[in-house]
Nanobody, 123 residues
């Protein structure tokens, strides 16, 4: 059974930092692009960041550029999201995802999803 399991969420004050992790099991995702999405209450799920299978290419939503960093460790089948300078508007459930297509569907309709981890930023 393929699973993506997020961890590292929590409550943090504005300006603080959190590091999310997403561990994969059931298959290797070393040749898949990986991504993070988020969904705030009452809003649609939105793309946050993506990383290519090698880690050599990344891209970010404008709202998090310069504050968030996506990285991966293929030996651990894990992807990370380092979130700095957090704002109350970053409050959401954060989901990780995986897909073969870094240039297309990873950003719109990835094939694999995790259940999510809650991030709450207080003002």
């Amino acid at each position: 059974q393929v699973q993506l399991v997020e961890s590292g969420g929590g409550l943090v004050q504005a300006g603080g930092s959190l590091r999310l992790s997403c561990a994969a099991s059931g298959r290797t995702f070393s040749n898949y692009a990986r991504a993070w999405f988020r969904q705030a209450p009452g809003k649609e799920r939105e793309f946050v960041a993506a990383i290519s299978w090698s880690g050599g290419s990344t891209y970010y939503a404008d709202s998090v550029k310069g504050r968030f960093t996506i990285s991966r460790d293929n030996a651990k089948n894990t992807v990370y999201l380092q979130m700095n300078s957090l704002k109350p508007e970053d409050t959401a459930v954060y989901h990780c995802a995986a897909d073969r297509d870094f240039w297309g569907t990873i950003k719109t309709k990835p094939g694999y999803w995790g259940q999510g981890t809650q991030v709450t930023v207080s003002s």
